[in-house]
Every structure is written in C-alpha cells, then in structure tokens.
C-alpha cells in the first residue's frame, strides 16, 4: 500500500520562504507524475504544481514565479520550494499522483502564512 507523509509545514510571515517534502513509499515513485496540491479554509482541495517523471513542471497561476517542485526518484521525494508567500497561501497541503487518486491522501502539512 502506498503511503505519503508531508512535513516541513509552520507558521511564516508573508513575503517569507518555506520549503516543504513528501517522502513516498511503497511505490515505484518514479514513473508517476505527482503533483502538490492545497486545501484552505472552506475551500475545496486545489491543484498547486506537477512534476513528471522526468522533470517537466506546471504551475497555478497563483504560484507561478513563487513555487518551486522538485522530486528525487531515487530517494521516493518531492519537495515544494515556497517564496514570496502571501496570506492566500494558507493551507493544508498534501501530494498525490496525477490525476489525485483517493485513498491515498496523507494528513497533509499545514502551512500557515501570517503576521
């Protein structure tokens, strides 16, 4: 069964950076496009960036220029460089494949972003 665990979520200002990872396993990580995605507060889960097997991105609009994904294949991880954060950016974040399968949702890692 695969399984994913997101850390590296906290409290930041706005205009501030975070960086946050997905450790998977249990899977062939490699050969899937994964993606971040976001859930604010009463708002439905969104998508945030992807990242295909190998290398290729896509941004939302919302954090084109300011987010950064990244994965290691070898290591079964994706990382999600954040800067310039703004208040917007609340959520609980979580990876997944792409298309997002259910069932496989970790508990996500909250990022907060406030002053």
């Known amino acids: 069964q695969v399984q994913f665990a997101e850390s590296g979520g906290g409290l930041v200002q706005p205009g501030g950076s975070l960086r946050i990872s997905c450790a998977a396993s249990g899977s062939i990580f490699g050969v899937y496009v994964m993606a971040w995605y976001r859930q604010a507060p009463g708002k439905q889960r969104a998508l945030v960036a992807t990242i295909s097997n190998d290398g290729g991105t896509y941004y939302s609009d919302s954090v084109k220029g300011r987010f950064t994904i990244s994965r290691d294949n070898a290591k079964n991880t994706m990382n999600l460089q954040m800067n310039s954060l703004k208040f917007e950016d609340t959520a609980v974040y979580y990876c997944?494949?792409?298309?997002?399968?259910?069932?496989?949702w970790g508990q996500g890692t909250q990022v907060t972003v406030s002053s």
């Open positions: 997944n494949y792409v298309p997002a399968r259910a069932g496989y």
